[in-house]
């Protein structure tokens, strides 16, 4: 319940049906109300990602409405969160992560290294392209955007009834989106994360309130291993400096304690990368997930990851 009015807190999302298959149990655990809120990201689906805005493009119409009080909070997959703070808004909490791998989803049940040479698979991700190509450069790698269902339906072989212009082999996508629309028998395939790690807090939600206006009941639904974790991920990427257009892989784990993060940087065509990894205990410092961020980004610039991809002020998240 908000303070001011003692009327079921209201919570802002996008209005797709991935959005709102993340962020209705979190509002159904609070009793609260749903508000759907239009980003520009949404009205275009044409323009890449890449290209659009950066992770921004999903989230100045939410937090807009946030800050002008039609809403108490927004529920956001924390991966299209700008990792410069928000002024006058906070993350409240950050619900248990879901899965963190990237799935493939082909034809026939085939796997990446069952694919045809030459395959065609659909991603919007320069990572994930970067990826592909490092695995197979013989891959024809295709971009991809739009909902799930419209990615999921260019994926068929000869006979699948799909115009051959639009038709792929496979497709790349979070876990996380098939499991939450209930479509996790679509993957064929779950990539390890040590080999594949994925974008900064993937599988993770935020959700954000006005600062000095959290509501008490948000607390409830924080995760803390959760929120460490996919700290540590945006604070690397904080800290190269990189957004959407950089392909660069995060993971951070926490075991018993001790708290690991793994970052790996690409060239975009996937010929070479460069791996930094760094541990502490969670307790030993004030702030691990920033202290490791700091260790990690700044061995893999010392490397020269950013001659490797394209990092610094202008590929930063806005």
């Known amino acids: 319940m908000t303070a001011a009015s ?7 999302t996008r209005g797709s049906a991935l959005a709102l298959a993340q962020a209705t149990p979190v509002a159904e ?25 950066g992770t921004g493009v999903f989230v100045t119409a939410l937090r807009e409405a946030l800050l002008a009080g039609e809403v108490d909070a927004l529920i956001h997959s924390y ?22 791998r990237d799935a ?15 395959a065609r698979i659909g991603t919007g991700s320069p990572r994930r392209r970067a990826q592909l190509l490092a695995r197979r450069a013989d891959l024809d790698v295709v971009g991809l955007r739009g909902n799930i269902d419209t990615r999921l339906g260019r994926v068929g072989g000869a006979d699948a009834g799909i115009d051959p212009e639009r038709r792929l082999d496979a497709i790349v996508l979070a876990a996380a989106g098939l499991d939450r629309l209930g479509r996790s028998a679509e993957a064929t ?26 509501p008490r009941a948000l607390r409830s639904v924080d995760h803390q291993p959760s929120r460490l974790t996919a700290e ?18 995060v993971h951070a784990l926490l075991d018993d304690g001790l ?8 060239a975009l065509d996937g010929s070479a990368h460069l791996t930094s990894s760094h541990a502490m205990y969670a307790a030993d410092v004030r702030d691990p997930a920033g202290e490791l961020a700091a260790r990690v980004a700044g061995e893999l610039l010392d490397q ?6 394209p990092l610094g002020p202008g590929g930063a998240a806005s």
Do not use: M, N
Not at 79 to 100: F, M, N, S, Y
Not at 232 to 249: F, H, K, N, T, Y
Not at 304 to 309: R, S, T, W
């Open 79 to 100: 991966k299209d969160l700008p990792t410069a703070p928000a002024d006058g808004l906070e993350i409240a909490a950050v619900p248990r992560r879901a899965d963190a």
């Open 189 to 214: 395939e779950l990539f390890p994360l040590d080999p594949w790690p994925t974008a900064p807090a993937q599988g993770a939600l935020a959700v954000e309130a006005r600062t000095g206006a959290v």
């Open 6 to 12: 003692g009327s079921a807190l209201r919570i802002g």
């Open 29 to 53: 655990k609070l009793g609260a109300e749903l508000v759907v809120i239009q980003s520009g990201g949404d009205r275009d689906r044409s323009t890449p990602l890449a290209d659009f805005g």
């Open 104 to 118: 493939l989803a082909a034809r026939d049940g085939l796997t990446l290294e069952h694919l045809p040479q030459g």
């Open 259 to 266: 708290l690991f993060v793994s970052a790996r940087v690409y």
């Open 304 to 309: 020269g990851a950013a001659e490797l991809a």
């Open 232 to 249: 540590a991920e945006r604070a690397v990427l904080a800290r190269l400096e990189a957004g959407c257009a950089a392909p660069l892989g």
